[in-house]
């Protein structure tokens, strides 16, 4: 079983930056892809940014493109998510999920079921 832990959410002004790290414990059979999805309040969970196992492929939201951009320490299985130029539409939680998949296939990504572990979610707010 795998545990994910977020941390690094707040409360920030819109145009600022922030950081989140995901860290896995416990035991993966398998490498893992990671990956970031939000939810606001009212909307449903949607995909933000996944990377693949080894590091070597990122995949974005088109939203987030450009301004945002994950990273994976395969030798410490944690995933950060730098956030730059915040602006209130990125007000939300966001949840850290891993996968034990080495698809190359770009498709999964960013569909939800792909994801067998979840962390709890950590709030960031941006104020205008």
């Known amino acids: 079983q795998v545990q994910l832990v977020e941390s690094g959410g707040g409360l920030v002004q819109a145009g600022d930056s922030l950081r989140l790290s995901c860290a896995a414990s416990?035991?993966?059979?398998?490498?893992?892809?990671m990956a970031w999805f939000r939810q606001a309040p009212g909307k449903e969970r949607e995909f933000v940014a996944a990377?693949?196992?080894?590091?070597?492929?990122?995949y974005y939201a088109d939203s987030v493109k450009g301004r945002f951009a994950i990273s994976k320490e395969n030798a410490k299985n944690t995933s950060d998510l730098q956030m730059n130029n915040l602006t209130p539409e990125d007000t939300a939680v966001y949840y850290c999920a891993a996968a034990p998949t080495t698809t190359s296939s770009s498709y999964y990504y960013p569909l939800i079921r792909t994801y067998d572990y979840w962390g709890q979610g950590t709030q960031v707010t941006v104020a205008i």
């Open positions: 416990g035991r993966a059979f398998r490498p893992l892809a």
């Open positions: 990377i693949n196992y080894n590091g070597a492929n990122t």
